[in-house]
């Protein structure tokens, strides 16, 4: 009858299962029909060393003896470790990050301790006995040898059935319509490639689809890889609707549109007074008058234009506002790239200026280097993209004398706007590079991950670790095994949630290069460029 129930444990578990030894909890003391049958299991079941443990009387302790009775090796020393079954069954063991410096034996050691792990999680139906608590109303159960469970969770599961039916339906029939054609067109397709906000919704509807599948997770890391997106998604509109509730109680979105308009006034004075500098003497520097005003009065003009355009839209600010406002409930993430949106509508001006500088001041950086290879003797070969030797004439030469010294000569006046309007222009790059970092960690923080290392530490192991309880002549060394669980650091390095990143990763020896050559530094990524 035994041996037919271990077989069907093996079969369901897919555990190879079989009788090590006997074990009594009697505080009688034993009589000695009941240790003789003890010691005649072992002819039945044939394992060496047959395995005894009983109860030492009111001790806490067990004691354990062996029997060898087919073989003449002196006994072996016993060692008793004692662990929590159910933590290590319900734990995951995680394996070393680093594992290019580890040796052949620690990794050996590590995959014997992971089997261990393995084998105990796999035995899970082995301990699923259901102990219901003595109160009045049973709300909740649990398993002391097994897995953790409740009623109301066990509910919420298959009331969860339909509603993922439902979400999945709006999701497909959702990213049905990204899909479509309309999207293609021009002004559509420029706007969800390049504003944020359309990345972030094309991302949290992407997590949405992974929560909303019916496809049953596979592995530890899927699991909790939908587990932190559920988690992320969750406390992301939290956030959002206590933003919304904060923003129209008491009227702030009145009083933030009231605020937008001078504080866009403002900045227009001063965009004027920098100009009004500019055009005059800077810094005690004798520029190109000429060129100075030119350049001085085509910035103003755009500087009143942008003015009358504020002025014309402020009646529906405050309309704008408080609609943009309800967008929060999608969660805060959202918000957050709708005020870097928003960010960058409002200094489109000063994008406007440091594009201007930009191309007048690569125009002449280009201009300067290929007039300076005229004069050396060479040419650039687009063809084969390097330089060759080539022979010029006098009237080239004479021509391109005076074009280097006119553009040397106008190259100080243009450098300097192009520097001011840089400069602005990366400010305004840093205010939005710090609302995307915030998106970015919002999104990509395994927020429950974190949560299970604070509160069951013992879910996420990273290894064990070992405490004598007792060690005394003639009794078995007793141990306590312990779980070890992973740093916050390894956990978020573990579980982190990718994110879509649409800034372009520039190295900080690229970015010198482009702001020195004039290049433009773009706010999004191009198609044509490599990320990591």
């Known amino acids: 009858m035994v041996k037919q129930y271990l077989s069907e444990v093996q079969r369901v578990t897919k555990v190879s299962v079989s009788v090590l030894g006997s074990w009594s909890n009697s505080k009688q003391e034993k009589e000695e029909n009941l240790s003789k049958f003890l010691e005649d299991l072992g002819t039945i079941f044939s394992h060496e060393p047959w395995i005894q443990i009983s109860k030492e009387g009111d001790s806490k302790f067990w004691?354990?003896?062996?029997?060898?009775?087919?073989?003449?090796?002196?006994?072996?020393?016993?060692?008793?470790?004692?662990?929590?079954?159910?933590?290590?069954?319900?734990?995951?063991?995680?394996?070393?990050?680093?594992?290019?410096?580890?040796?052949?034996?620690?990794?050996?050691d590590a995959s014997k301790l992971s089997a261990i792990f393995h084998t105990v999680a796999k035995s899970k139906m082995l301990f699923m006995t259901d102990r219901y608590n003595d109160g009045p109303i049973k709300l909740t159960h649990w398993q002391s040898d097994g897995a953790e469970a409740s009623i109301i969770v066990?509910?919420?599961?298959?009331?969860?059935?339909?509603?993922?039916?439902l979400l999945a339906f709006l999701l497909s029939l959702v990213s049905g319509i990204c899909r479509s054609r309309v999207l293609k067109f021009w002004p559509l397709s420029f706007l969800w490639r390049k504003l944020s906000t359309c990345e972030q919704l094309g991302h949290r509807l992407q997590h949405l689809q992974v929560i909303s599948s019916n496809k049953k997770a596979q592995t530890q890391t899927q699991l909790m890889r939908k587990a932190n997106i559920f988690v992320s998604l969750l406390i992301d509109v939290a956030l959002g609707i206590l933003l919304m509730s904060w923003l129209y109680r008491k009227n702030r979105?009145?009083?933030?549109?009231?605020?937008?308009?001078?504080?866009?006034?403002?900045?227009?004075?001063?965009?004027?007074?920098?100009?009004?500098?500019?055009?005059?003497?800077?810094?005690?520097?004798?520029?190109?008058?000429?060129?100075?005003?030119v350049l001085g009065r085509f910035f103003l003009y755009h500087i009143h234009l942008w003015i009358s355009y504020i002025h014309l839209m402020s009646p529906f600010i405050e309309m704008i506002l408080w609609y943009v406002g309800l967008s929060a409930c999608?969660?805060?993430?959202?918000?957050?790239?709708?005020?870097?949106?928003?960010?960058?509508?409002?200094?489109?001006?000063?994008?406007?200026?440091?594009?201007?500088?930009?191309?007048?001041?690569?125009?002449k950086i280009y201009g300067l280097s290929s007039l300076w290879r005229l004069f050396r003797g060479k040419k650039w070969n687009v063809l084969r993209q390097r330089v060759d030797?080539?022979?010029?004439?006098?009237?080239?030469?004479f021509i391109g004398t005076l074009l280097f010294t006119i553009l040397l000569f106008l190259l100080p006046t243009t450098a300097l706007y192009y520097l001011v309007f840089a400069l602005l222009r990366l400010l305004v790059v840093i205010v939005q590079g710090l609302i995307h970092l915030l998106v970015d960690l919002i999104d990509s923080l395994p927020l429950y991950s974190i949560l299970l290392r604070l509160?069951?530490?013992?879910?996420?192991?990273?290894?064990?670790?070992f405490r004598v309880l007792e060690q005394q002549d003639g009794k078995p060394l007793r141990l306590l095994m312990q779980i070890n669980p992973l740093s916050y650091g390894s956990v978020v390095q573990t579980y982190r949630l990718p994110t879509y990143s649409c800034y372009p990763k520039d190295s900080w020896t690229s970015l010198c290069k482009k702001l020195f050559l004039g290049e433009l530094i773009y706010p999004w990524k191009h198609k044509g460029e490599k990320q990591d």
């Open 330 to 363: 999608l969660g805060l993430t959202v918000a957050l790239c709708i005020l870097s949106d928003i960010i960058a509508l409002l200094t489109f001006h000063i994008y406007c200026f440091y594009v201007y500088g930009a191309r007048l001041y690569c125009l």
């Open 389 to 397: 030797s080539c022979s010029y004439d006098l009237d080239q030469l």
């Open 154 to 165: 066990e509910l919420m599961k298959q009331a969860s059935v339909p509603a993922c039916m």
């Open 63 to 108: 004691s354990c003896s062996t029997f060898q009775k087919h073989s003449n090796n002196p006994k072996e020393e016993v060692i008793l470790v004692y662990y929590d079954q159910r933590k290590v069954m319900l734990s995951h063991l995680h394996p070393p990050l680093d594992t290019t410096t580890s040796t052949d034996q620690e990794t050996d």
């Open 455 to 465: 509160c069951r530490s013992y879910r996420l192991a990273a290894g064990v670790k």
């Open 253 to 293: 979105i009145g009083h933030l549109a009231d605020t937008l308009i001078p504080v866009a006034d403002h900045v227009a004075e001063e965009l004027q007074d920098l100009l009004q500098w500019l055009m005059g003497a800077p810094a005690g520097l004798k520029m190109n008058r000429a060129l100075d005003q």
